[in-house]
């Protein structure tokens, strides 16, 4: 069992910058997939961005390429999200997760209890 604490959410203006942070316990999250997803009012959740256990794939949903960057620190059991040049559409809860691999992260593993990320126009 992996249990994951989201962090770093808040509220900043348009073209401001957060970094969110997702510490792991239970378990080490060296051997895990790791993504961040979001859910904004009224919608359902959507992929962010996912790295590989080793931390040297990384995938970005289109609406954030360019502007987010997901890392991964296993020695801390954490991983981040950076995200630059926000948008008032960024706008959500962001969830945290650790699944098996990047091909199934989406359909199983662990949940966060999530952060809301607001951006003001």
């Known amino acids: 069992q992996v249990q994951l604490v989201e962090s770093g959410g808040g509220l900043v203006q348009a073209g401001g910058s957060l970094r969110l942070s997702c510490a792991a316990s239970?378990?080490?999250?060296?051997?895990?997939?790791m993504g961040w997803f979001r859910q904004a009012p009224g919608k359902e959740r959507e992929f962010v961005a996912t790295i590989n256990w080793r931390g040297g794939g990384t995938y970005y949903a289109d609406s954030v390429k360019g502007r987010f960057t997901i890392s991964r620190d296993n020695a801390k059991n954490t991983v981040y999200l950076q995200m630059n040049s926000l948008k008032p559409e960024d706008t959500a809860v962001y969830y945290c997760k650790a699944g098996p691999t990047i091909g199934t992260i989406t359909s199983s593993g662990y949940w966060g209890q999530g952060t809301q990320v607001t951006v003001s126009s």
């Open positions: 239970g378990r080490t999250l060296s051997t895990y997939a």
